[in-house]
């Protein structure tokens, strides 16, 4: 391949401007990797794109840069979108048809029941002291039954002492 | 070394505005059109930031493109397309340097967005002298400059 031939054809700058073939751009994007020279030409031909449009260049009024940043941080906010509306099944006769045909009725009321959260310290209050109370019966029962012993074993040694 | 968006504008805003404005020809809807291109450009900076990449030559692509509903528009109006070319003489100094027919394949591929194929279609010219008259074009401006 001649390639001081195919920088002189003109492709280079014909690519550079965005108005090369998709197939031309695969070849030159190809040719670019392969020789240094298409390479270097291309580099020189971007430097100069540049110079000429430097050239042409209009400085921009002042206020566009704050401009450009305005509508940019427009475009930045997400519209708030309307909730989608779901057809319900009321409304759809249809849906209340083939519904009767296919499925069973079934309760759909919760057996559970809601509790505020401020309830559960009062809960634990409460299982606290039912445990105390439990305690304490328990102690006061074995008490008793010690006293009820004493006092049986109390009247059996008053039986055996001996009148006078 | 990755350019900023405000970088981009400090650096190019000035010669993108240039070349809008020799397309549209129109301060105020050059500077819309230089606004939209910015806000395009702040939705994808890390493409321009890729390595290999010339920022300039990527930037004139973006706008090419973002322009091309204008060119549609004005084929659409049926404005006479050698009536359009003219217009762009006044706008750049260096056209006077050139041919008729590197003037013609200039302004067609700079400011129209032309392909070479489509431009040797239009003229009935073989593509390779088209490719030649542009390359022409670019050493005249070169030389100009």
Same mark, same amino acid.
């Given at each position: 391949m001649n390639i001081q031939q195919y920088i002189e054809s003109g492709i280079l700058e014909s690519y550079i401007l965005g108005s090369a073939s998709e197939e031309e751009i695969h070849e030159l994007l190809y040719f670019k990797d392969k020789y240094p020279q298409i390479r270097s030409a291309l580099y020189e031909l971007e430097t100069d794109m540049e110079l000429i449009a430097q050239k042409m260049a209009v400085t921009p009024p002042p206020g566009m840069w704050e401009k450009i940043e305005a509508s940019i941080n427009e475009v930045a906010i997400i519209p708030e979108y309307e909730p989608l509306k779901l057809k319900s099944p009321k409304e759809d006769s249809n849906y209340n048809d083939l519904k009767r045909e296919q499925f069973i009725e079934v309760e759909?009321?919760?057996?559970q029941m809601r509790v505020h959260k401020n309830w559960k310290w009062v809960f634990a209050a409460v299982f606290v002291l039912s445990k105390i109370f439990l305690i304490c019966a328990i102690y006061f029962y074995l008490e008793n039954r010690q006293a009820q012993q004493q006092i049986q074993v109390l009247k059996t040694e008053l039986k055996q002492i001996p009148v006078k | 070394m990755p350019y900023s968006l405000n970088e981009l504008y400090d650096k190019y805003a000035a010669m993108l505005l240039g070349y809008i404005s020799g397309i549209v020809d129109d301060a105020k809807l050059a500077e819309q059109h230089l606004v939209s291109i910015y806000n395009k450009l702040a939705l994808d900076l890390s493409e321009i930031n890729t390595e290999g990449c010339n920022v300039w030559c990527h930037l004139q692509k973006l706008a090419q493109k973002h322009l091309s509903g204008f060119y549609d528009t004005a084929r659409a109006n049926n404005r006479a397309e050698q009536t359009d070319v003219n217009s762009y003489y006044a706008r750049n100094k260096?056209?006077?340097?050139?041919?008729e027919e590197q003037k013609l394949v200039f302004c067609y591929v *700079? *400011?129209?967005?032309?392909?070479t194929s489509q431009i040797a279609a239009e003229l009935k010219k073989p593509e390779e002298s088209i490719r030649k008259a542009l390359k022409e074009a670019f050493i005249i401006i070169k030389r100009g400059s």
């Open positions: 759909s009321e919760s057996n | 260096f056209l006077g340097l050139m041919s *700079y *400011y129209k967005g032309k392909t």
